[in-house]
């Protein structure tokens, strides 16, 4: 068994802190055989992947599954099918990576991990943790920028595998307990599990001609997407995926399981559908809109020029000011920034936007091209200079369906380092009203100011627009940030670093919360999107949920009087921090 805690922690072990293996209070060996059989032996004691590779780890060393591991861990499906494993490395603490040469243990990742398939199942896990006080933690795929799905010294409820997706066939759906149907606007409903990955929810209603508000990532979940609000490629024309739900079934954090809609436990519908994951339950399943599949006109694009290009910036700025503008147009999608990146075909580096965007219900490229090109013209005019002119590099292609686009576009960032981000919502004048102040912003956000630590990605997607700021949920409103009901543009800056390195890791958390306080030197008045963001934000309460947040807090001190789920930055959390791996009363 590997080595979790040493013996030496007897001076935090009492009853502020969550317990963890060697305190007084974490359960013997036979209690959780007991859980195990409440689950149907589905209580797993999980390996971190990274110990195939480490021969002191003697048990669980094995060279060829090494190499396996080491040849996948860049990709999602390594960590996104383990119980334990996250996306990103720091929220492990770099504890077990598959480098023989690096130290390995268990100390980053839970002891335990209910591998839950029915509702019961979350029940059981939330019941022995409540009773046991143990910290409790949720994990689907690891797909957390924030690290929310891994902690230390605790036990897992691991909802990966609450796949089932069932697609109603009526056209009005009609919740529990209530009396009315709610007509579904030509499109139907679709329940999902919460394991549900965005390339399963896709490929599902695909089969219908239908098609969901969901994220671009192949394996965000349903669960965690939606109770962090939900932007999509989708949102300008249809709304938030917060927007999209009906009704949800989770498990409190007494270990009710309740349906919960605009009838019943309405609070809990509200506080779910933006609120954040982690916090008020485990969401189990969930019906939202299914909408009719529209044809996609997209538009692959790179406009760029030699970095020494003195008015790159201002260009960059400009275009970035167009966004809006765009947006208005029924444009959406994902611009990336860059400010020195290396030309494919030369050693000469380059500054400029690269992306992908859409139009929906169209066949003619012409119509989202003569939204680009003027500005792409009054840049050439404008900001070309001794010889340093742009390129425009434009390829339009006609999908006849959302699902077929995705499946050519989906996001294929690479995993397994360590990173942090900072972001920022933006509305129009902050992109638009002032274009000196929005330059220096946009100069602090890209190149993270000092120059010690450039970010790697550096986005200004439009994932917002009229049909988020006009949307109509059900029980008239959400948790979502209200900042969302004015953004434009949803910008991030994310930063890597080496791991078991202090040093470059305070260093990143420090410049990705540079880079979002450059922008909100515009947007003083704005947010930031929970789920993609900095853990370390400051005033996080206000960035993320905004006049929202005094609410949200009511709504957990009600369900979770005895602080059952703790994370961070999640409502509520404030009556506790952690300390040398626990988790203890402040």
């Known amino acids: 068994m590997m080595t979790l805690f040493a013996n030496n922690t007897d001076w935090l072990l009492n009853t502020t802190c969550k317990a963890v293996p060697g305190s007084e209070g974490w359960p013997p060996l036979e209690e959780w055989a007991s859980l195990n059989r409440s689950v149907d032996g589905r209580l797993l004691q999980p390996i971190p992947p990274g110990a195939a590779c480490h021969e002191a780890q003697a048990a669980h060393y094995n060279a060829a599954a090494c190499g396996e591991v080491q040849a996948a861990w860049f990709t999602e499906p390594l960590h996104s099918n383990d119980p334990v494993s996250s996306m990103w490395n720091n929220w492990n603490n770099d504890t ?7 130290p390995c243990s268990a100390a980053g990742y839970p002891v335990y991990v209910v591998n839950a398939s029915t509702a019961q199942h979350v029940k059981a896990g939330i019941d022995f943790a409540r009773m046991h006080n143990i910290r409790l933690i949720v994990k689907n795929s690891g797909h957390d920028y924030l690290g929310r799905s891994s902690a230390p ?54 089969l219908h001609n239908l098609t969901v508000v969901g994220g671009n990532g192949r394996t965000v979940a349903l669960g965690g997407f939606i109770t962090g609000g939900g932007h999509s490629i989708l949102a300008p024309h249809y709304g938030m995926a917060a927007d999209q739900v009906l009704e949800m079934e989770l498990v409190t954090p007494t270990g009710e399981i309740v349906t ?54 201002d260009a960059i700025t400009y275009f970035v000011s167009k966004l809006p503008d765009l947006g208005d147009a029924d444009v959406s999608g994902y611009p990336i920034i860059f400010r020195s990146a290396a030309a494919a ?39 070309s200079e001794g010889g340093l002119g742009w390129t425009w590099l434009a390829d339009t292609t006609y999908f006849p369906s959302f699902g077929a686009w995705y499946e050519q576009n989906y996001d294929p960032s690479p995993v397994g380092y360590g990173s942090v981000m900072g972001s920022r919502l933006l509305d129009r004048g902050a992109l638009a009203a002032n274009l000196t102040a929005t330059k220096a912003a946009l100069d602090r956000f890209s190149s993270a ?3 010690r630590m450039a970010p790697g990605l550096v986005t200004a997607y439009i994932v917002s627009g009229k049909a988020v700021w006009e949307a109509k949920p059900r029980g008239g409103s959400t948790a979502v940030n209200p900042a969302w009901r004015r953004t434009h543009v949803h910008a991030t800056a994310s930063f890597s670093f080496a791991p078991l390195n202090a040093t470059a890791r305070a260093m990143a958390i420090s410049q990705a919360n540079a880079a979002a306080a450059a922008l909100r030197e515009v947007s003083q008045d704005m947010g930031a ?14 960035v993320f949920w905004g ?33 040398e791996g626990m988790l203890c009363r402040v």
């Open 153 to 206: 010294g605790s036990l897992s409820i691991w909802v990966h595998h609450m796949k089932e997706i069932r697609v109603h066939e009526e056209s009005s759906f009609r919740p529990t307990g209530c009396n009315v149907s709610i007509p579904l606007e030509g499109g139907r409903a679709v329940t999902a599990g919460a394991g549900t990955q965005m390339l399963e929810a896709y490929r599902a209603t695909a």
């Open 529 to 542: 999107y929970v789920n993609e963001a900095s853990r370390y934000e400051p005033d996080w309460q206000q």
């Open 96 to 102: 077990c990576l598959p480098d023989p040469a690096l």
């Open 260 to 313: 919960s809609n605009e009838c019943q436990h309405a609070d809990l519908f509200w506080a779910m559908r933006g609120g954040g994951g982690s916090t008020f339950g485990v969401l189990t399943s969930i019906t939202l809109k299914a909408i009719p599949s529209p044809e996609v006109m997209s538009l692959a694009f790179q406009l760029s020029t030699p970095a020494s290009n003195p008015h790159a910036l």
């Open 345 to 383: 075909t030369s050693t000469v580096s380059l500054s400029g936007i690269i992306g992908k965007v859409i139009m929906l219900h169209t066949r003619d490229p012409r119509r989202i091209l003569v939204q680009l090109e003027p500005v792409v013209a009054h840049i050439n005019a404008t900001w």
């Open 449 to 451: 100011g000092d120059g």
């Open 547 to 579: 006049q929202n947040y005094q609410r949200l807090l009511q709504i957990k001190r009600a369900v979770d009087p005895d602080d059952v789920f703790w994370c961070q930055p999640c409502v509520g959390n404030e009556r506790w921090e952690e300390v």
